[in-house]
Structure formats: structure tokens, C-alpha cells
């Protein structure tokens, strides 16, 4: 089993999260600014670690699919996705595999943030649901 593979729960766990933040409206905590800054989706301006959306419109994310690092057009033009169980490649920002080899490069680069990654998320969805309640 790959270590990419033995996070699956913790892959499935943080998407299933995030759809339930989508799902009760709180697309604003889960986005970026137009700089990138200060989201969990992935993007193409800081190429950092995020849920990969699946369908979207204007800015507005409606279904997180899996994981992964948006590459950005200059920096190789495919991106980053993984569950766990399933890691593929896609054209920038589209949703079908294609047939390129994965750039180990982004799969180390998953696996050294992931923990960190994970443990700010759950931290900020606390504080978020916190604020929320008062």
C-alpha cells in the first residue's frame, strides 16, 4: 500500500468535511481571496495543498471531489489530484484523468504538507463553527 493510499480515510474524512461546510453554506471559509490567500481549495497562484473541486461557477465551489495541487498554467499546466486511493493528473481546472505520468515531485510535495494541511484545517473549522454559534 502506498503512502498516498494509507491516508485514504483521513483524504475521505477532510472531503466530507468540506462538503458539509458547502452544503450549510459556508462557501466564504473554504475559498480563497483572488490572491489565494487565506483558503483551503487549491489554486493556481500559490500551487499549495487543497480540496479540488469538481463543479464551480464564477468563483463559487459547489462540490469538493478530492485533493491535490492546482499547478497553474506556467508551472506545467496539469494538476494534482488524489483520495487516497485514486491519484490522477488532470488538464488545469478540469475534472477528466488524461493520460500524463504523476510528477512525483507533487506527490512528495502532498505528503510533506498533508499533516500540517490537516491539522490547521479541523483547527480553523472550529474556530469557524465557534464564531458561528455565539
Known amino acids: 500500500m502506498s503512502r498516498l493510499q494509507k491516508l485514504t480515510p483521513r483524504i475521505s474524512k477532510l472531503i466530507e468535511t468540506a462538503n458539509a461546510l458547502l452544503e450549510n453554506g459556508y462557501q466564504d471559509f473554504l475559498t480563497p481571496d483572488e490572491w489565494g490567500r487565506n483558503g ?11 480540496f479540488m473541486y ?12 478530492s485533493m491535490g495541487i ?4 506556467a508551472c506545467g ?3 494534482f489530484h488524489t483520495t487516497g486511493d485514486c491519484t490522477y493528473m488532470t488538464k488545469n481546472y478540469g475534472k477528466d484523468p488524461i493520460a500524463v505520468p504523476l510528477k512525483e515531485n507533487n506527490a512528495e510535495s502532498f505528503l510533506k504538507g498533508f499533516d500540517d494541511f490537516e ?3 479541523y483547527d480553523a ?5 465557534k464564531s458561528k454559534s455565539v
Open 40 to 50: 483551503w481549495v487549491s489554486e493556481g497562484w500559490a500551487h499549495k495543498i487543497g
Open 54 to 65: 469538481d463543479s464551480w461557477g464564477f468563483g463559487t465551489v459547489y462540490h469538493i471531489s
Open 70 to 73: 492546482v499547478n497553474g498554467g
Open 77 to 79: 499546466g496539469f494538476d
Open 119 to 121: 491539522s490547521s484545517f
Open 125 to 129: 473549522v472550529e474556530i469557524f463553527l
